[in-house]
């Protein structure tokens, strides 16, 4: 049988534990916005390595379109070399071609973000970017808010963000590049090109290659990357989307121990 316990106790255990985690973020050495396959892989990466790593993700789940494959068809298709991070990551796949693997999203993405957990990372989920901290040239950390709050009524939208710091800051929000878009409001980057039209063969080679630093103190990755640089979107592969994630979570790595040697 269960052991008795009380409602209010239930509560001081989530209370608590939520307030010492979130005390933990405020000022940390990566924060990663978007929980989908690029972030979860470039978090994992991270904390691996003993980098202290938050996710900030939207919506109240994560694994983004990891869950879903395409059009809402749960089959997650992977060209070849990205069945080598499915083997990384104990996911089971099948030989669908001599081009092409295919695995169980549900599987896949259950995997995926049990083995982030793993490594250390933290998440805040209903949480969405609103700006970033910008001192001396450099991004260096984001403005967030609860999700729900962008849909309360004008007349009551009045509620302040909070703020938090971090050495490292990548994008992983999809399509969207949600923080490279607030750059390119500001006025510190050039205005973006956006994703062009599906051409799967260019674009996976195009987004892993041009994953990296797009300004001091901000990483892109995954399709966030198209949208940056023009390139064409791949549509519902994901072999590209793990690649660019571990490479932006490496080049990460990179730059914290960087900016520790010039400290």
Request: with cysteine; hydrophobic share 40%; proline share 5%.
């Amino acid at each position: 049988m269960f052991k008795s316990t009380s409602e209010h106790e239930i509560t001081d255990a989530i209370v608590s534990t939520f307030a010492e985690d979130m005390k933990q973020f405020t000022n940390t050495d990566a924060i990663i916005i978007g929980g989908g396959p690029s972030g979860l892989m470039a978090a994992r990466e991270l904390a691996q390595n003993d980098v202290k790593t938050l996710v900030i993700e939207r919506n109240n789940y994560l694994g983004g379109g990891f869950w879903i494959g395409g059009y809402l068809m749960n089959t997650i298709t992977i060209r070849p070399p990205g069945q080598e991070i499915l083997s990384e990551l104990s996911i089971p796949y099948t030989k669908y071609s001599e081009n092409l693997y295919i695995t169980s999203g549900p599987h896949a993405c259950s995997k995926l973000i049990a083995a982030t957990c793993d490594a250390g990372v933290k998440f805040l989920n209903m949480t969405s970017f609103e700006d970033v901290i910008f001192k001396d040239q450099k991004v260096k950390g984001v403005v967030v808010n609860w999700t729900p709050v962008s849909n309360l009524p004008r007349q009551i939208t009045c509620v302040d963000p909070i703020a938090l710091e971090a050495k490292i800051v990548i994008d992983a929000t999809g399509h969207d590049a949600v923080v490279v878009k607030k750059l390119e409001e500001k006025k510190i980057l050039d205005k973006l090109p956006g994703h062009g039209s599906m051409w799967v063969e260019k674009s996976e080679e195009l987004v892993v290659a041009n994953t990296g630093m797009v300004h001091p103190g901000l990483i892109v990755v995954g399709m966030a990357v198209s949208t940056t640089y023009g390139l064409p979107r791949m549509g519902p592969t994901f072999g590209a989307m793990l690649f660019s994630g571990k490479n932006g979570g490496l080049l990460a790595l990179e730059q914290l121990k960087q900016t520790e040697l010039t400290i």
